[in-house]
Nanobody
Framework: QVQLVESGGGLVQAGGSLRLSCAAS????????MGWFRQTPGEEREFVAA????????SYADSVKGRFTISRDNAENTVYLQMNGLKPEDAAVYYC???????????????WGQGTQVTVSS
């Protein structure tokens, strides 16, 4: 029904920038809130950012606010996460997610991508 594929992960130095992309497919994609989560080994998956279906609402975890920016291009069915001022603690596997409301995408998304690895060196 909805397929999400992340890309753009890699290795960057602390203070550097990286832009993640999530390509989505599905006839009802534009009705979904989109979000980003991250997870490190042995830890729970952590909410990072979300954006509404019409790009009017965004939300961010306190740990990334002011450094990360979420955006989406509905015509291309793509959501982005621009990450600036990266810190070693930002290193994780980043996952794209989708759900039909803000609370759902921030807590229990309906759909997940496969993840893309972000590594930050100090």
């Amino acid at each position: 029904q909805v397929q999400l594929v992340e890309s753009g992960g890699g290795l960057v130095q602390a203070g550097g920038s990286l832009r993640l992309s999530c390509a989505a497919s599905g006839r009802t994609l534009n009705t979904y809130f989109m979000g980003w989560f991250r997870q490190t080994p042995g830890e729970e998956r952590e909410f990072v950012a979300a954006i509404s279906e019409r790009r009017l609402i965004t939300s961010y975890a306190d740990s990334v606010k002011g450094r990360f920016t979420i955006s989406r291009d509905n015509a291309e069915n793509t959501v982005y996460l621009q990450m600036n001022g990266l810190k070693p603690e930002d290193a994780a596997v980043y996952y794209c997610a989708a759900a039909p409301s803000k609370v759902l995408v921030e807590t229990t998304p309906y759909y997940w991508g496969q993840g893309t690895q972000v590594t930050v060196s100090s």
